[in-house]
Every structure is written in C-alpha cells, then in structure tokens.
C-alpha cells in the first residue's frame, strides 16, 4: 500500500471583513487564536482553534476576489447544542432552529455578521 498523499487538515480559511470583531466573537464560542501576522502588507493572516488542539479557522480579510457571506460547510462540536444555540442567539447572532431529527445528533446552523454560515452539532468533548 503507498503512502497517502495528504494526512490531515490543518486549516479553513474564511474571509471576513472585520477579522478583530471576528476574533472577539469566535473567543466567546472558545477559540483561541493560535497564529496572528501580516504575511505580506495588506494581507493579515489570523488563525483560530480550540484548546485542544486539532483544524483550524483561519480569518482572511474579505475583497473583491474573495467575497464573506459564504456557506462555510465548517462543521463545530458541542457537547450540549441546546447550550450553543443559546450562547449563538445571545451574541446576537442569526441563529437557526435545533434539528432534533432520531437519525442524527442534535444539530444548527448560524450567521456570523458577515453572512458566513457555520453548523453545530452535538458530540461529546474529545
């Protein structure tokens, strides 16, 4: 058998147009920033992952070749969903309703304040 040619994903970039306020948001869902530069002048790369370890979200500056309000597909784990979809709501975030469906965990999505939708779903704390 080869060796695989990829072993894991280490990023997702989603631009934003206000990667500060981003922080601060992502900070009260329990991220933490892990990397924080300007690669080159203009272009700030910030990266934001959990305690634990693991992916990352990277925070790239939105623009006319890389709009925000997207469709992330970025998938987040709570071990209590019900409890996420509170704290989502109470940020004042575009929160959507619990999917509480018997074939899958409990589970929504929400809208951070560029448009970018991200999910939740319960699974227990690694």
């Known amino acids: 058998m080869t060796e695989p040619t990829v072993t894991g994903v280490m990023t997702v970039a989603v631009p934003v147009s206000d990667q500060d306020a981003t ?3 992502f900070e009260q869902l329990g991220l933490e920033v892990r990397f924080d530069a300007e690669l080159q002048p203009g272009f ?3 990266e ?3 305690p634990a370890g693991g992916a990352t979200v990277s925070l790239v500056r939105s623009g006319g070749n890389l709009p925000a309000g997207i469709d992330t597909g970025i998938r987040l784990a709570a071990p209590d ?6 704290v989502v709501r109470e940020l004042g975030l575009e929160a959507g309703e619990l999917l ?3 074939s899958a ?3 929504f999505s929400f809208v951070d304040v560029d448009g970018n939708r991200f999910y939740v779903t ?3 704390a690694p």
């Open 81 to 86: 969903a019900r409890a996420a979809h509170t």
């Open 100 to 102: 509480d469906w018997e």
């Open 23 to 25: 922080v601060r948001l």
């Open 122 to 124: 319960e699974a227990p």
């Open 105 to 107: 965990p409990l589970m």
């Open 48 to 50: 934001m992952g959990l």
């Open 44 to 46: 700030r790369w910030v």
